[in-house]
């Protein structure tokens, strides 16, 4: 008989499954958050969250020299290491000697040196290039929207839930369509940016090695990708469970309006 009530408890419309959405922002709030910071820093993991990773077309010892972009940073790896930073108004021999010190300071014994850091120019001036004309940053604004939306989604339930509602429907309007705006606009340009980084991030790779004679060869990242689509699917089921975390209180004596889209 308990685990019936309980059963009961929990999946009647008031009862706790209705605040299970709510449980959501916190994952889309992370995703954002990780999505955005790929390769500003070293952190665990960062570094793999690239939307392309740049390397010399060549064959010889020069291989391991990488470069991988993020929205707003941009690492550079060699066998010494991975660095990396925010490329944000920083300049290609900034960029270069910081990722890549012990080339840049001419601190190898290699023949090549002058060769690799002609390379290390090309692919961070490309990838710079790819950061601020192709890869923009749609998700950026996507982040700010669902905080907007949030934030609508409180001043919402506090207005729907004061029995004075009744008495400002155009305020609860108001409300109400900026949150429903925000929430499904920051859906929309999470479906936008993460369709255009698979397909860009792709049709880039697929470019480079169709180029016999191209300096710079590109892969698409992974990581990237799946948090993005990631993203977008928490926050269409949360965008979705929204009209039942709404539910007017009807003034005494009639029915409850239940969440009016």
């Not at 209705?18 to 500003?40: E, M, N, Q």
């Not at 993020?70 to 990396?84: L, N, S």
Request: charged share 15%; aromatic share 8%.
């Amino acid at each position: 008989m308990f685990l019936i009530d309980l059963a009961k408890m929990y999946f009647k419309p008031s009862g706790l499954l209705r605040f299970a959405p709510y449980l959501l922002i916190l994952p889309i709030v992370v995703f954002h958050a990780l999505s955005l910071s790929g390769c500003v820093s070293t952190s665990p993991a960062i570094p793999n969250i690239y939307i392309v990773d740049l390397h010399a077309n060549t064959n010889a010892t020069d291989d391991f020299l990488k470069v991988r972009i993020g929205y707003f940073g941009i690492c550079g790896i060699d066998e010494d290491g991975t660095r990396c930073q925010s490329a944000s108004g920083r300049s290609v021999e900034t960029l270069a000697t910081n990722l890549f010190p012990e080339l840049q300071g001419g601190n190898t014994t290699s023949n090549n040196s002058s060769s690799s850091r002609s390379e290390i120019t090309d692919m961070i001036s490309t990838a710079l290039d790819l950061q601020s004309t192709t890869l923009m940053s749609v998700l950026a604004a996507a982040a700010v929207h669902f905080v907007l939306g949030v934030v609508a989604l409180v001043l919402l339930k506090r207005d729907v839930s004061s029995p004075s509602s009744w008495e400002h429907p155009r305020r609860s309007t108001i409300i109400r369509r900026a949150t429903y705006g925000m929430l499904l606009g920051s859906t929309g340009l999470v479906f936008a940016s993460a369709l255009a980084t698979s397909q860009v991030g792709d049709g880039l790779e697929l470019a480079s090695e169709a180029m016999s004679h191209a300096s710079v060869l590109i892969k698409s990242g992974t990581t990237l990708q799946v948090l993005q689509w990631l993203t977008f699917g928490f926050q269409a089921l949360f965008a979705l469970a929204v009209p039942f975390l709404v539910r007017y209180k009807a003034p005494a004596g009639e029915e409850e309006y239940k969440g009016d889209v």
